[in-house]
């Protein structure tokens, strides 16, 4: 029986793009090869990569000022990209948390990247907010959604610089300006796909500034010039970032999925600020929508909620090593359902008590 899967990456994707998978693997649309043996230069393959590209633009509300790229590495590798292709002499990061941390300590060994703001010694409970963004820097470096701490941006800083963002975890969950943007990434295996793809998606503009010489594969620019196939590309993993793309679009796009989101946050988080034996991790106004952060009041409870949560087949909610407690991420491929199954056990948890 298929689990309620929470897990916070790599995560739960549509049945219908597990469906459609599979079924490439064994005859990709007809060719009599799987889609991890067909060529990467081949008509099929080159329309799924074209296609996943335009269909990522599209999906943002961006214009062709703007490519995308589908890269390897994973968005570790783009803590690293970012810097070597845009700090010239001074970049901003703000300390959201691990990954933004990650970030920063990447950026570090190209020059300066200063932290600007960090919610560090509150535990990384809230977005720091009224930042004082400098004007002599080559970028702003955020990170969206923290995917181990549960929070999330919900109104972004207003500077006049380049804002970076890593966007993995909540990446096309939500109705959002993206042309504040200059440059967003976001690794495949939380809500787009399956692990090995890295979406990058980049205002051409912004591009060729450094004046330090890049490695072929760091460079962005040689990666556009080559349409996003400089080497052989993660075929499986764009294969289904294409899948899930479309699944995003048949939904109806950012609005549908924002507001479907929204209405599991708020089961979700109404059960948990509700139910006195389990305690939010955020601060309120800071929650994300993606992963739901909380603890018991009573540790010793923890093995009857986990045989509750055992038995009614919940798959993916031990929190991050770093946190503790329980991370329920509800990405965009979670049903309602499945959140409902999750607030029935909260409220069994407490009845039982
Ligand atoms: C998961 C995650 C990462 C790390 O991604 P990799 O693809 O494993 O490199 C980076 N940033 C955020 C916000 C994440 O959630």
């Not at 691990?98 to 060994?109: F, V």
């Not at 990170?143 to 966007?167: C, F, K, R, W």
């Not at 692990?195 to 490695?215: A, C, E, H, N, Q």
């Not at 909620?305 to 407690?325: Q, Y």
Request: charged share 20%; aromatic share 10%; hydrophobic share 40%.
């Amino acid at each position: 029986m298929k689990k309620h899967n929470f897990s916070a990456g790599p995560s739960i994707l549509a049945p219908e793009v597990f469906q459609k998978a599979s079924k490439a693997l064994l005859d990709f649309e007809g060719t009599g090869l799987s889609v991890i043996e067909i060529s990467h230069r081949s008509p099929e393959f080159v329309r799924v990569i074209e296609r996943a590209r335009a269909l990522a633009l599209e999906i943002a509300g961006l214009d062709d000022s703007y490519t995308t790229l589908f890269l390897q590495g994973g968005a570790s590798m783009q803590f690293l990209m970012v810097p070597y292709n845009l700090l010239e002499t001074k970049a901003a990061y703000i300390d959201t948390g691990t990954w933004a941390n990650k970030a920063q300590k990447e950026a570090a060994l190209f020059g300066n990247a200063e932290v600007i703001a960090s919610s560090k010694a509150d535990g990384y409970k809230y977005i720091p907010k009224n930042v004082t963004v400098p004007t002599d820097i080559d970028y702003l470096h955020i990170t969206t959604n923290n995917t181990i701490y549960g929070t999330e941006y919900h109104s972004l800083p207003q500077t006049s610089v380049p804002l970076v963002a890593d966007m993995s975890s909540d990446i096309f969950s939500r109705p959002l300006d993206y042309k504040q943007f200059s440059l967003i990434y976001a690794g495949s295996q939380k809500n787009l796909g399956a692990s090995g793809s890295t979406l990058v998606i980049v205002k051409k503009d912004l591009l060729g500034k450094v004046s330090r010489k890049l490695p072929s594969m760091m460079d962005y620019q040689l990666h556009i010039k080559n349409d996003s196939m400089f080497n052989t590309p993660s075929t499986f993993a764009v294969y289904v970032n294409l899948l899930v793309l479309e699944w995003i679009q048949a939904q109806g796009g950012l609005q549908a999925l924002g507001k479907r989101n929204r209405a599991k946050a708020d089961l979700l988080y109404g059960e948990i600020d509700r139910n006195p034996l389990v305690v939010g991790y955020a601060n309120k106004e800071d929650r994300s929508l993606m992963n739901v952060v909380f603890n018991l009041t009573d540790e010793s409870t923890k093995e009857r909620f986990d045989a509750l949560c055992k038995e009614a087949n919940i798959s993916g909610i031990k929190g991050h090593r770093s946190v503790g407690g329980y991370r329920a991420s509800i990405y965009n491929a979670l049903p309602l359902q499945s959140v409902q199954v999750l607030v029935d056990v909260l409220k069994e948890f407490e009845r039982t008590a």
